[in-house]
């Protein structure tokens, strides 16, 4: 009998077992490492410069531009957590399957890692580190000052 943290999940197991390639799951996790490293992350000055734009603080008279204005913040705000946390993200899904193609390294070909192996090496911490989300200057905060008149 298969002891349960081999079986595939539940609602997977009439569809048969998943075969992973040990060798080249070694090959995809530097692979990623490198085009996260040299083609994404150079990249983020640039995003953060085009973020922190300054826009004029609105004229209160005019309420839809102010709340187009703090949902555009809040919206730009967020969109700056995931861009700069695609990083250290996706550095720990490229550890983590270097972790499982070293443990895997001297055994056959196709080889069948535990679930909780797998488990184990994205629960581990990321050695990458994450890049500060820049700043963003809010046009419709209390520290920017006069309102402009129409």
Do not use: C
């Not at 008279?61 to 809040?74: K, S, W």
């Not at 983590?96 to 488990?119: C, N």
Request: glycine share 6%; aromatic share 6%.
């Amino acid at each position: 009998m298969i002891p349960e943290e081999n079986q595939p999940a539940g609602w997977l197991r009439g569809y048969g077992g998943i075969e992973a390639d040990i060798r080249q799951m070694r090959e995809f996790a530097d692979r990623l490492q490198d085009e996260v490293t040299r083609n994404y992350a150079p990249h983020l000055s640039y995003i953060a410069d085009d973020l922190k734009a300054e826009i004029p603080n609105p004229a209160d008279a005019f309420v839809e531009l102010v709340q187009f204005l703090q949902a555009h913040h809040e919206t730009q705000t967020a969109a700056a957590q995931v861009v700069w946390g695609m990083v250290p993200a996706t550095g720990h899904l490229a550890e983590a399957a270097g972790l499982i193609a070293s443990k895997y390294q001297h055994s056959d070909a196709f080889t069948a890692a535990r679930v909780a192996d797998v488990e184990r090496a994205l629960a581990r911490p990321t050695t990458t580190v994450p890049r500060p989300t820049p700043p963003l200057h809010d046009p419709t905060g209390p520290d920017n000052g006069p309102v402009v008149l129409p």
